[in-house]
């Protein structure tokens, strides 16, 4: 099934990221100006990145359920 509970998770996790992300860059922008704003969306989205490297990198699957 395409909308298993896993994939909706994954789905709305993904969703949530990308929102968090467009709301980080919209705040620096006002704030501190266009370059700030590029930075900190860049930094914002690779966390996520940065946490799937770790995981391969110890050899452990993502937690699932």
Wanted: hydrophobic letters at 55%; a positive charge.
């Amino acid at each position: 099934a395409v909308f298993d509970s896993l994939t909706a998770a994954r789905v709305l996790q993904v969703a949530l990221g990308t929102a968090s992300t467009a709301a980080i860059f919209v705040t620096t922008r006002e704030w501190f100006g266009g370059r700030a704003a590029w930075i900190a969306s860049v930094l914002a989205a690779g966390t996520g990145l940065d946490f799937l490297i770790q995981l391969a990198a110890t050899g452990r699957s993502p937690p699932v359920g």
